[in-house]
């Protein structure tokens, strides 16, 4: 008997595949508004305004994460994105345990864990969705590693798949190459900033956009930096102690809008 409850549309690709796929992915990944949980996040600039941060200090702000926690997160997003890759195309190398450990181990806060497991489950929600109908004939032909990819991820227990593993494996399905992966991972460390500010500060929502632009010369040197990065050891450990400190404060906060 026939199911009578609706199915969900395919969210797989029907046209279209290589380069100008990857073209699409990376402005897909780059949008503050993919369903992947972002939006409760504020990448740790709720608790530093409460901590004493004002508008002047934003911009640099911005650089200070692309100096740390962006640039180990960045980094940990590509050497997913080689590992996943080798997976699904049967030469496996690192598994997604080694690569959450060597970010885990970076991340010393738990709070901050924590708070990059919202998003690494809704990446990986959107990476099984992707491939969660249709035959497996013509998601071979039409998702590259596809299959192969997820179960790379899906190796790891729900609370370690980090938002920086689950990007490099959605980046590994996608076809983006490992400069691509590095940029959207600190564009959106960045975005995240900028999106949570005017809802936290009375200011002129154009700001954050000059602020962004601002940044460009330290996001592409992060992406110089890291783009070649392949081992789980070689991942950048660069500590933020007074970040850490910020978040471990807000996790205790009864009034706060953001997750993080």
């Known amino acids: 008997m026939r199911s009578s409850e609706p199915t969900a549309p395919s969210l797989g690709p029907t046209v279209g595949s290589g380069a100008a796929r990857a073209d699409l992915a990376r402005l897909l990944l780059a949008d503050a508004r993919l369903p992947v949980g972002g939006h409760a996040q504020s990448g740790g600039l709720e608790p530093g305004l409460l901590s004493g941060l004002d508008a002047t200090d934003l911009p640099a702000y911005l650089t200070a994460r692309l100096a740390t926690v962006a640039r180990t ?5 590509v050497v ?3 590992a996943a890759l080798a997976a699904g195309r ?3 190398t690192f598994s997604a345990d080694e690569v959450a450990t060597a970010w885990a181990a970076r991340t010393p806060s738990e709070v901050v864990r924590a708070a990059a497991r ?3 489950r809704g990446i990986h929600r959107l990476l099984a969705r992707l491939l969660a109908d249709g035959p497996e004939e013509a998601a071979a032909a039409t998702a590259g590693p596809g299959r192969a990819v ?3 991820l899906e190796e790891l227990p729900r609370e370690r798949r980090y938002r920086p593993v689950a990007l490099g494996a959605l980046a590994a ?9 590095a940029q959207v991972s600190a564009y959106d460390d960045v975005q995240t900033v900028a999106y949570a500010a005017p809802k936290l500060l009375p200011l002129d929502p154009l700001d954050p956009v000059g602020w962004t632009l601002g940044a460009a010369p330290e996001l592409a040197e992060l992406v110089d930096a890291v783009a070649g990065v392949t081992h789980p050891d070689d991942i950048p450990s660069v500590a933020a102690p007074h970040l850490d400190a910020w978040h471990a404060h807000h996790a205790r906060s009864t009034r706060r809008l953001f997750h993080a």
């Open 173 to 181: 399905h996608l076809g983006l190459g490992s400069r691509a992966t």
């Open 150 to 152: 997820v179960a790379w």
């Open 80 to 82: 997913a994105r080689a």
């Open 90 to 92: 049967g030469a496996p």
């Open 73 to 77: 997160d960045a980094a940990t997003a």
């Open 118 to 120: 919202q998003p690494g």
